[in-house]
């Protein structure tokens, strides 16, 4: 058994790396980014993160719509042997406050501009918040871009990091801490483990019979575990 996704994904890498993992259409056009590519970024991600003093046990938000940048940050989380929490989009700033403040939240991504300015309105009583980085490029913001030229460097300067940290993935410690919609009462943090994970993706697969040339569409939102 896999000890987390993310050797999941690094198994596939090895297996076909020239195939595509994400397609999508983007600047008028559409764009594939192969398994090789997509676990180069993760592997940078991860040094960007590292270079930034993020460290293993962070709680580290993700504040954004499907994109394909949405499960390489998740990816990386992991490999920094972070947690990733993930928010709806569609949610207040009063909402996101509370989820942050419960999370004791370090950094978070935000998608652009409209999710970065409710972050900015709630900024301060979230006083364990100390790094905003977004996907589309803001003034004033790191972002995703900007994020894996510093872990180039980072790369660099201390190869062997990634696949160090990678390796000593705890199979059952916390990765993700998934809100539930507060219907009831506040929202809850519902704690996931590596393991749970990829139970899930295993069985999951022999119980529907996947095969390496399906091509899935993904409409259902990340921020949910879909």
């Known amino acids: 058994m896999f000890k987390s996704v993310l050797h ?3 198994n596939s890498i090895e297996q076909r790396p020239q195939k595509d993992l994400f397609r999508f259409f983007r ?5 594939y980014w192969s398994y090789q590519q997509v676990g180069e970024k993760v592997r940078l991600l991860t040094h960007g993160l590292m270079a930034r003093g993020l460290q293993k046990g962070d709680r580290i938000a993700i504040l954004s719509n499907n994109l394909p940048e949405w499960p390489i940050t998740d990816f990386a989380i992991f490999g920094l042997q972070g947690v990733v929490v993930p928010i709806y989009p569609t949610l207040t700033p009063p909402q996101i406050a509370y989820i942050l403040k419960d999370a004791q939240v370090t950094a978070i991504f935000v998608q652009d501009a409209l999710q970065y300015d409710k972050i900015a309105a709630i900024e301060k ?26 872990g180039q460097a980072h790369a660099e300067a201390f190869p062997g990091a990634f696949e160090e940290s990678m390796e000593s993935i705890d199979p059952e410690a916390l990765c993700s801490l998934v809100y539930t919609s507060g219907t009831t009462g506040e929202p809850k943090g519902v704690m996931l483990c590596h ?24 409409f259902l939102p990340l921020s949910h575990l879909y």
């Open 125 to 150: 009583e979230v006083t364990s918040l100390e790094q905003v980085f977004s996907y589309e490029p803001l003034t004033g913001v790191v972002n995703f871009d900007k994020l894996l030229e510093e």
């Open 27 to 31: 600047d008028h056009q559409w764009q």
């Open 195 to 218: 393991r749970g994970f990829v139970f899930d993706i295993v069985n999951s697969e022999a119980r529907l019979g996947l095969r390496s040339d399906d091509v899935f569409l993904s």
């Open 8 to 10: 999941i994904l690094f």
